[in-house]
């Protein structure tokens, strides 16, 4: 089923804080599924505009003007455009109050986590994935290095998670909605998550919430080849 991009711009608006449809521009990646999985987790309203990067799409100049990096995703909330996908979930745990601590000492607990997932777990594991899958040439050196820093974030994660039940927190949040879709294509790593027990535990607790199941639905109605 071929999906029509609508990269029509919307209208910027003062911000009212009124519970309207978010337009989220997507594609069926990892950092693409972070937000789709809060909106589903949240019951939020939304629309999803598909940005086919596989196509280029992203490189199209309407959704510079949404995400000025080129990248997916991007949201545009009651007017207020945003890319980076750590930066939406900020805004919209935050704007929603929901899945991140209310007192300051705890939300930089579970924002450590989420800038952990943003700056070492998501680029390593991106760079890992294309070295060993995508590369047309094998590179030896480019793979074990990335591998092997994977491995030792999977290790950080589950010393965490020994000690909470989420990552900075004993409470879901968005740290673990960053998090959880770099860690589904562990099989493809060459990674037994079972070395990993308490990632193991995590993972297998997250992938069976309601609103985990609907968003990664969403996606195979966007690109059944995700």
Do not use: C
Not at 131 to 156: C, G, M, S
Request: aromatic share 12%; no cysteine; proline share 8%.
């Amino acid at each position: 089923m071929e999906v029509k991009l609508d990269l029509t711009p919307k209208p910027l608006v003062a911000l009212t804080g009124v519970n309207k449809m978010i337009d989220l521009y997507y594609w069926t990646t990892p950092n693409g599924h972070k937000i789709s999985l809060f909106l589903e987790e949240a019951g939020l309203p939304y629309k999803i505009h598909p940005v086919n990067i596989s196509r280029n799409e992203q490189m199209e100049p309407a959704f510079l003007k949404i995400s000025p990096n080129n990248k997916i995703p991007a949201i545009v909330d009651d007017g207020l455009s945003l890319f980076e996908s750590g930066a939406i979930l900020l805004y919209l745990a935050r704007k929603y109050e929901k899945f991140a601590p209310k007192s300051l000492p705890e939300e930089m607990r579970m924002l450590q986590w989420l800038f952990w997932q943003v700056g070492g777990l998501g680029p390593m594991s991106g760079q890992a994935m294309h070295f060993t899958v995508f590369a047309k040439e094998k590179i030896p050196y480019a793979i074990d290095r990335y591998k092997d820093e994977v491995k030792r974030l999977y290790h950080v994660a589950n010393t965490e998670l020994g000690v909470h039940k989420y990552l900075g927190s004993d409470e879901y949040s968005i740290a673990d909605m960053a998090t959880y879709p770099w860690i589904v294509p562990y099989s493809k790593l060459g990674i037994t998550l079972s070395d990993y027990p308490n990632v193991e535990r995590w993972f297998h607790e997250i992938e069976k919430r309601p609103g985990v199941i609907r968003a990664y639905a969403r996606a195979k109605e966007i690109n059944p080849d995700a």
